[in-house]
């Protein structure tokens, strides 16, 4: 009798060894993606963004840069304190000032950005409503890294980038990404 409980007790445990085989299996983390795939990503994201935000009007990294060689623009970063202290485009105000002297840009394109541009386009959204033509960077910060624009941190240039959560992290492989 004392023979069949050990067997039963090995073949129990000789159960849970494969059961935690394949589960481990089944666990490990996906391959990481490539900056292409991430691209593609942050396209599908964009579109799902300007689906829901159709009256929002976009303009593209290149039509920014151009605005920026121009003087003809400013960039508002509508981000958390917590992710602008990771990074910011050059020359990026917050939302805050803006919106305490906003007849200090009336000559310029308004451009806000977030991670991807959810939250800049609701915030463009809500400054149209009351009147003021406000742009969101098409892909915000995820695609100006992508395109290869400039970042700066607390210490000047960097390559860090706060992206908001796991489901954005979609920074070009070069760089350090947080959330």
């Given amino acids: 009798m004392n023979r069949c409980v050990v067997r039963s007790r090995r073949s129990r445990t000789a159960g849970y060894l494969v059961a935690v085989v394949v589960l481990g299996i089944g666990c490990s983390a996906p391959p990481p993606r490539t900056d292409e795939e991430k691209v593609a990503r942050i396209q599908e994201m964009v579109a799902a963004v300007e689906d ?36 910011v485009i050059p020359g990026a105000i917050t939302a805050e000032e803006y919106e305490a002297a906003p007849e200090r840009y009336a000559d310029v394109a308004v451009v806000a950005y977030c991670t991807i541009g959810h939250r800049s386009s609701q915030y463009a959204e809500r400054l149209s409503s009351e009147g003021r033509r406000v742009f969101n960077l098409r892909g915000s910060i995820l695609s100006w890294a992508h395109a290869g624009g400039p970042l700066v941190g607390p210490d000047g240039p960097t390559r860090r980038l706060h992206v908001y959560g796991s489901d954005w992290d979609l920074a070009p492989e070069a760089y350090e990404t947080r959330w």
């Fill in 52 to 87: 829901q935000f159709r009256g929002v009007q976009t303009l593209t990294v290149a039509e920014v840069g151009r605005l920026l060689e121009k003087d003809s623009v400013v960039l508002v970063d509508i981000r958390e304190d917590r992710e602008r202290e990771v990074s």
